[in-house]
């Protein structure tokens, strides 16, 4: 009974393992082709897009946008303090 069983999952196995690899696809079946070309059109400039390494990151650079005064969010105002 047991090497019944294991028989059946290896068998399950190896048939999903040739549909996944479009193996069966000579035969009709495949699984569906999955793409996204909206969110690739949707892109702004991937080009400018650069990896750094580790030692890259910890190290600030004067190059990379730092949070200034200037593109910091202004603090709402405390609605419970009253103006001087």
């Not at 996204?36 to 080009?47: C, D, T, Y």
């Amino acid at each position: 009974m047991l090497r019944q069983a294991v028989l059946v999952l290896l068998l399950a196995n190896a048939a999903y393992f040739a549909w996944a690899q479009h193996l069966l696809a000579p035969w009709g079946i495949a699984p569906a082709q999955q793409s996204e070309p909206q969110r690739l059109a949707q892109q702004i400039k991937p080009q400018a897009i650069r990896v750094l390494t580790a030692e890259e990151a910890r190290r600030p650079d004067a190059t990379t946008p730092a949070a200034t005064p200037a593109t910091t969010p202004a603090a709402p105002p405390d609605p419970e303090r009253k103006p001087e």
